[in-house]
């Protein structure tokens, strides 16, 4: 797999220096999880923000609501047919509204201080590339840029001289344990897993696992389709090529270890012997917090972390043989290529199906495993040159696992 190694762009970069004025800010994916955390930050630092763009795919009240709130100059919503709502709902409130795939990259492409590129999955690829290209800074949530386009969009960051900052908590805690280090220093970067809801259950259970018991993550309160991904450890696989493109290291310098209490995210193991680790209570605020603010800080509302209270942190081995999904990184990295694009896309596929109640959850990981077998026998994981052979190897992996679909129901 191919990666782009510069030490100096992207998230290992110094930061911009903060201005004194309020930031520019656009948030595609307004109304989710991400999105909706990092209105919540916004609105609690009033002069700190001026919002540019706010995005949403098909819930036009939510999105109308929160541009009212936060004076957005923009409010653009994916699904056309939300349209006709959206408009009428921000009629006469002075902010421009817009529909449609093409409007979303548009707004993407406004030059702004920041784009918080919250979108989930695949459909984030395009307007978050666009973001790329046109903000000094992207605040980068949508984990699928480097997971299905790797090289490709870090050498688009590196191209557009942006400053990549992550959001994925394990990742900005890498970020924040490398911190002013040099990275040829680095000999090995551990991410924390909870486990999921899973974590102790038996394979019998696990095979009778439902889309209910798989939407309880012990610890954070996120997304549907990552909440399914924490539950299979796909999350943590797809972590794992996260931070491959993300951090100057090689592929067998990245672990995982399970760390049900979530309050160590990440650490970074150095050549002295030393690791230093980012630590908080289980809460995307903070490090959505250190993606605006860095290389400063800004208040985040985040409980605060009680080591006493707590009394112990445990950690353990990643079980491979009930959690399958995990070891899919390992085997994304000896295909390399568009391997990661296959992959993601094929699980995105198989979540899907599990919500519906198509495929049992265990097929979520055996699917996306033999999508991107199928893929390599084919072919079909070279190297991509651009997005588009990112997005035409998605597509790939998104029929191979639907054709997959009956087999495994
Ligand atoms: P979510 O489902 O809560 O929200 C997704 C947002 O994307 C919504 O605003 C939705 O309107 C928009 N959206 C959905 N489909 C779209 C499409 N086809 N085109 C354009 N916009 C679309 O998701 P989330 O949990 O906030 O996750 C967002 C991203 O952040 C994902 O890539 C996820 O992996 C990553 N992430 C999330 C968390 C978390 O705590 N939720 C943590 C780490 C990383
Ligand atoms: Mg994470």
């Not at 056309?80 to 492409?109: C, D, F, M, Q, T």
């Not at 984030?124 to 903000?135: E, H, Q, S, V, Y």
């Not at 924390?192 to 102790?200: D, H, I, L, V």
């Amino acid at each position: 797999m191919q990666k782009v190694m510069d030490i100096d762009s992207g998230v290992t970069r110094a930061a911009v220096a903060h201005e004194g004025r309020a930031r520019r800010l656009s948030v595609l994916g307004a109304t989710g999880s991400v999105g909706t955390s990092t209105l919540d930050l916004v609105a609690r630092h009033g002069e700190a923000f001026e919002i540019e763009v706010l995005t949403a795919q098909t819930n036009a009240g939510a999105l109308a609501d929160l541009a009212l709130k936060h004076h957005a100059r923009l409010a653009v919503i994916g699904d056309e047919r939300a349209y006709p709502e959206l408009k009428s709902r921000l009629v006469g409130s002075g902010i421009e509204v817009a529909a449609g795939p093409a409007a979303l990259i548009e707004a993407a492409s406004r030059p702004v201080d920041c784009v918080m590129a919250a979108i989930v999955g695949a459909a984030g690829l395009r307007p978050t590339f666009a973001a790329a290209r046109a903000a000094r800074r992207v605040a980068l949530a949508n984990k699928e840029c480097l997971v299905s386009a790797g090289a490709v969009f870090m050498s688009a960051i590196k191209d557009a001289g942006c400053e990549l900052l992550p959001v994925d908590s394990e990742h900005s805690a890498v970020h924040q344990s490398i911190g002013g280090h040099d990275p040829k220093f680095i000999e090995r970067i551990v991410l924390t897993a909870s486990g999921g809801p899973f974590r102790t259950a038996t394979d019998a259970e696990i095979a009778a696992a439902t889309p209910e018991q798989a939407a309880r993550h012990p610890n954070f309160s996120m997304g549907r389709k990552i909440t399914v991904d924490s539950a299979t450890l796909m999350n943590k696989c797809l972590e794992l090529i996260e931070a491959y493109h993300l951090f100057p290291v090689a592929a067998d310098q990245l672990a995982v270890v399970v760390h049900p209490q979530q309050i160590v995210h990440g650490f970074v193991e150095f050549t002295d012997g030393s690791v230093i680790a980012q630590m908080g209570t289980p809460d995307m605020r903070t490090p959505i917090a250190s993606s605006l603010a860095w290389p400063a800080r800004m208040a985040a509302p985040a409980a605060r972390l009680d080591l006493v209270r707590l009394g112990a942190l445990t950690f353990e081995a990643p079980d491979e043989k009930r959690f399958p999904a995990l070891g899919l990184a390992r085997r994304t990295f000896e295909l390399g290529g568009t391997a990661g694009a296959v992959l993601n896309a094929a699980n995105e596929v198989a979540v899907e199906a599990f919500l519906a109640r198509q495929i049992p959850f265990p097929a979520i990981a055996a699917l996306a495993a033999e999508a991107l077998e199928e893929a390599a026998r084919r072919g079909r994981v070279d190297e991509p040159a651009c997005l588009d052979d990112v997005i035409a190897a998605d597509e790939e992996g998104r029929a191979l696992a639907r054709g997959l679909l009956r087999r495994y129901s």
